[in-house]
Nanobody, 114 residues
């Protein structure tokens, strides 16, 4: 059974940075699509970034140039480096893995506020 555990959320001032981590277990994820969605209060869940291999990454327009997704195949983990954070980045961030069935983590809250 696939399990995904996120960490790294918190409260940051506008312009600050955070690094989210997602540790996967229950399989080998090197060839699978993994990534991050987020959901702000009252809004639908939206794709933030996804990664297939180290060289194939897709970002939402709203985070391009500010966020960087990466993966560590040895640790079965992915990361989301978030820079130049804005109040509109406030949301619960969810890690996902698509192994044919999409699995989700429980989410980690990111709050951008002064």
């Amino acid at each position: 059974q696939v399990q995904l555990v996120e960490s790294g959320g918190g409260l940051v001032q506008p312009g600050g940075s955070l690094r989210l981590s997602c540790a996967a277990s229950g399989g080998s994820f090197g060839s699978y699509v993994m990534g991050w969605y987020r959901q702000a209060p009252g809004l639908e869940r939206e794709l933030v970034a996804r990664i297939i291999r180290a060289d194939r990454k897709i970002y939402a327009d709203s985070v391009k140039g500010r966020f960087t997704i990466s993966r560590d195949g040895v640790k079965n983990s992915i990361y989301l480096q978030m820079n130049s954070l804005k109040p509109e980045d406030t949301a619960v961030y969810y890690c996902f893995a698509d192994t044919g069935v999409t699995s989700w983590g429980n989410g980690t809250l990111v709050t951008i506020s002064s």
